[in-house]
């Protein structure tokens, strides 16, 4: 824990310059904060027409409020807000004594603040990330869960890391029910690694695999409640305490690799017994995946499919395992279901249209919501980010497509809101781009889903224009605030955002084979957003870009494949650039096998790997990857340079050292989006 300092508050008083073991605080921008801080606006000339460097620099920005967490009698607030390069500062606001101060950091090497929670009023668990190792076949993300007092004193970890292999560990654990926050005691699922000890003592023991244990997160002593399983992969609780459904990959148990089928059981009321409930097929996607628990109505809820999307079912657990519908969607997915409060009550079921919405079945929660949504008109975006003990009051996070958000205290008994902080108050004065949902034809007659955001004031208007598919595939684009588009619709861009097939949340016929096997559907989708633009006359098509991030970034590199006349420049950032290398890194992890198929085998892995394509280039390219990045290997945008130059095409690849798939570092995304702006600006001739 080398990257948490433990600092009082009183080490952050005016003493001319920083304190040992912390940073120079002042050097935090803590302005979106409120309690009598102001919102610090930017100057009107910067208002009408910001430059590149400084709209890079604010849009590139991280968000000024990571997270935020109210303590079980709601007097205290608890932040996780960024500070320079990838460090991390947990911000402590009293709302009694009217202090606003920080409390504890991580500098992000290696380690970064996730999230903070309350265990009780005056305990704070907090998750910190990290990635290990030094290339792609050593590197692994890992997480590591911290307590500490609300001032920040008297931090530990929740786990013993005495053993060299503790960083290898993906994570020491999760939390599964908070409590009611009369005690430092939590519920938590915590990996056993042979020889490895738990809590403060350390010590050795010859358990291995995934467990449950009560934890004080005062003293770090635990009471076993569910002996570790080496193939288990999730319990969940009813918010009572009680563990009622778990996990097990058989594969992982047997041989060491998973099979994608994923077996569920359950315990009925009162029982110790484990009894069958279900399987699910990671592979086929056949079978119900249970997402929550009820206690109180002895139910759990269940996602499975009905005419090709997903539906929320309800399943006793009183042995019967009676099964009923509670909701479906006739365009959409259910993605799961709606909590609140520290027990995690189940009030609704989510799923998204343009937005994210939700069916609620708790009249009061509905009432509640519709009461915000009135009063808070102008964001309709709204979500309960956390509430206190009792339920009466909650932290409110509002935004819309032009408002970045902002953070609310909300009295339910009162109607009052207190301002928090604004998630990026240097926005405050900008005209912004309105982004519209709208839908276009593909080559073959389907009408494909999408988000148009011009430049204020050029609607109609040739424009230089980006394609900006989304990341996953798995994945879909939704109506909402977006740094990366505003920041190219402030440099004068029409952006439109394609939910080709191969989206995911529009159910199976949308899905097709996913974006890697069906990646000619989707390309062909992507390509089709951008005739579009042109046909419309709202792009030039002397200026017409694609950009993307992750699968997103393939997607921007294939296209130029399918059709190398359409785009007059490319950038990917994390980019995917050849099927086979993707399946090869796999090969390290228990889940390869679920990952072949899903990227399949056939012509498709070369015809659809743009790196085994580059003599298909005209457009110049410009990528950017970080060496830390997990998600996709750095390797994989080396070779599409490569490639590209070996061809005799333009390329070019930045490489951020100590950086992750995110970019999570301000100054990083800042350089990124002004080396991109600069890019375009030269290859379309602006």
Known sequence: MAAIVVAHAASFGDTGGPQEGCFLMKFYSFTGLSLGLVVIALPAAAQDALSAAEAAKIFGARENILDASISPDGTKVAFVIPGPGQSTVVQMLDLVKKTNMPVNSADGNPMSLQWCNWASNARLVCQLYGVSGVNYQTMMGYSRLLAMNADGSSAMPLASQNRRDSYAQISDGYVLDWGNGSSNKILIARNYVPGKGHGLSGGTQQLEGLGVDLLDTETAKVERVESPDSAAGLYLTDGLGKVRIMSTDEGVRKLGESRGIITYRYRPTGSSEWKAFGTYSRITEVGAIPVGVDGEKDVAYVLNKLDGRRALYRVSLDGKMKTELVFAHPQVDVSGVARTGRQGRIVGARYTTDIGQISYFDPAYEEMMDYLHTTLKSTPLIRIVDSN????????????????????????????????????????????????????????????????????????????????PHGGPASRDTWNFDWMVQFFVSRGYAVLQPNFRGSSGYGDNWFKDNGFKSWKIAISDVNDAGRWLVSQGIADPEKLAIVGWSYGGYAALQANVLDPNLYKAVVAIAPVTDFGALKDDARQFTSSRVVQAYIGEGPHISEGSPARNAAAFKAPVLMFHGDKDINVDIDQARLMDRQLKGAGKSSELIVYPKIDHQLRDSTVREDMLAKSDAFLTKALKR
């Open 389 to 468: 003990g009792d339920g009466t009051k909650h932290i409110v996070y509002a935004s819309s497509d032009t408002d970045a958000g902002r953070y609310l205290l909300f009295d339910q008994a009162t109607k009052k809101m207190q301002p928090l902080g604004r998630s990026r108050p240097d926005l405050t004065g900008l005209s912004l781009g309105t982004m519209k949902a709208v839908s276009y034809k593909a080559a073959d007659g389907t009408l494909v889903p999408g988000y148009l955001t011009t430049p204020p004031g050029m609607e109609g208007k040739k424009v230089p224009a980006i394609v900006m």
